[in-house]
């Protein structure tokens, strides 16, 4: 660094308001004291000749003069004082060498590279608690992905394997998709003496609750006495609310929970000619070879909710097997899906327009264009539930 480098780094320290009183007294005092001096020394004519020569140089030095001054008064103070803000914005949150000094009263330009280092260390302070408060959050959300994964597995093993439906229905396919890994969703079946029953159900919540819901639900259904509701799946309803209300302790209103499950219950008999529906807060679907939908709708109140009254009475429903039928049960995360050009419901109604033009395709086939229809109308939507739907075809006797 130069011996002028070293000067002006020296005068940038020196206060705004030194350096003005400075110019100031050079240009007020010491100009009169030596024009006194130069007056007492000077015939009248050498005297015009200095102050002429004076006033000329003035003029022509003005303009870099006052450059000059303005640097070394302001300019260059600021100049360092932005290139300090450009080191922070790079990234670099502490530029400064040292700590400045304490800034003199009336010197705002010292004041302010002052504030600008404390300013750097507080932010650089903030953005390292950030950093391990982030890597925190980090690995905490790793050890919640990896739970509810794992939750993912345990909620699997729950349910009936996929290959088992095979030998209950003819041709099938099933549509299970939970919004969050985990969900309320899920489905069940057991064969009996009689026949077969097979349900989808919808828990109350979706996510980790909503998965809690279907593990109490599917032990329960376990647990019930199946001899005792044969064919007969009103009465499997309507005794899974009871159990429910058991489970849970949903008594009355001032019970601490309010959950249960909407479900959809077919019971094919052994000598089949019918299928037996009940529904709490579900339909069954029907499809026939002329390309017709039909809704069997199931009773308004859900199973186990406060609002289910423990002796609540449940509908069989008996529709008559027919050649070409395709029977259908589903949660209402596919029906309640916002999408569309309006962001409106898929809606139930379009459901069984698409459930009619696809009833001619295969099962697989017929799964992949639900899929499709529910992805494209979702658009970039978010998800709002889970979505099961269950088709099949009864075989004959």
Not at 200 to 215: E, K, Q, R, S, Y
Not at 225 to 242: E, F, K, Q, R, Y
Request: glycine share 8%.
């Amino acid at each position: 660094m130069s011996k002028t480098t070293r000067f002006l780094d020296a005068l940038a320290e020196v206060s705004v308001q030194t350096k003005m009183k400075i110019i100031l007294f050079l240009g007020l005092v010491m100009f009169p004291l030596v024009v006194l001096v130069l007056n007492d020394s000077l015939e009248r004519r050498g005297l015009n000749n200095f102050i002429a020569v004076w006033t000329a140089g003035s003029l022509l030095l003005f303009l870099p003069l006052t450059r000059g001054a303005l640097h070394l008064l302001v300019l260059r103070s600021v100049h360092y004082l932005n290139g300090l803000c450009e080191q922070m914005k790079a990234g670099n949150l502490r530029p400064f060498a040292t700590l400045p000094p304490e800034p003199k009263e009336g010197d705002e330009l010292q004041r302010l590279r002052h504030n600008m280092f404390w300013m750097g260390h507080v932010i650089h302070s903030r953005q390292h608690e950030l950093a391990v408060t982030m890597e925190h959050l980090k690995e905490t959300q790793n050890q919640l992905v990896s739970s509810i994964e794992y939750a993912s597995l345990i909620q699997r093993s729950f349910l009936p394997a996929r290959s088992e439906l095979a030998h209950l229905f003819g041709d099938h396919f099933l549509l299970w998709s939970q919004r969050d890994t985990v969900g309320g969703d899920s489905y069940w079946y057991k064969q009996t003496p009689q026949g077969f029953f097979a349900a989808v159900i919808d828990c109350t919540g979706h996510g980790v609750p909503g998965a809690f819901m279907t593990l109490i639900v599917h032990s329960l259904f376990e647990r019930l006495d199946i001899s005792a509701v044969d064919g007969d799946p009103a009465a499997l309803v309507g005794a899974m609310n009871n159990s429910i209300k058991n489970a849970l302790e949903q008594h009355d209103r001032k019970a601490a929970s309010d959950e249960g499950m909407d479900c959809s219950v077919c019971f094919v008999p052994a000598k089949r000619g019918v299928v037996r529906f009940a529904g709490a807060g579900s339909s069954l679907f029907v499809t026939r070879a002329d390309g017709t939908v039909q809704e069997v709708k199931g009773d308004r109140c859900g199973a186990g909710y406060v609002r289910t009254a423990r002796d609540a009475v449940f509908t069989n429903h008996d529709i008559p097997l027919e050649t070409g039928m395709r029977w259908y049960m589903a949660s209402d995360g596919f029906a309640d899906q916002i999408g569309g050009e309006k962001n409106l419901p898929f809606g139930k109604k379009r459901f069984m327009a698409l459930l009619s033009r696809t009833a001619v395709l295969d099962c697989a086939a017929q799964q992949r264009a639900l899929e499709e229809a529910f992805a494209g109308y979702r658009g970039h939507q978010p998800r709002r539930d889970d979505v099961t739907v269950l088709g099949f075809t009864v075989q004959s006797a």
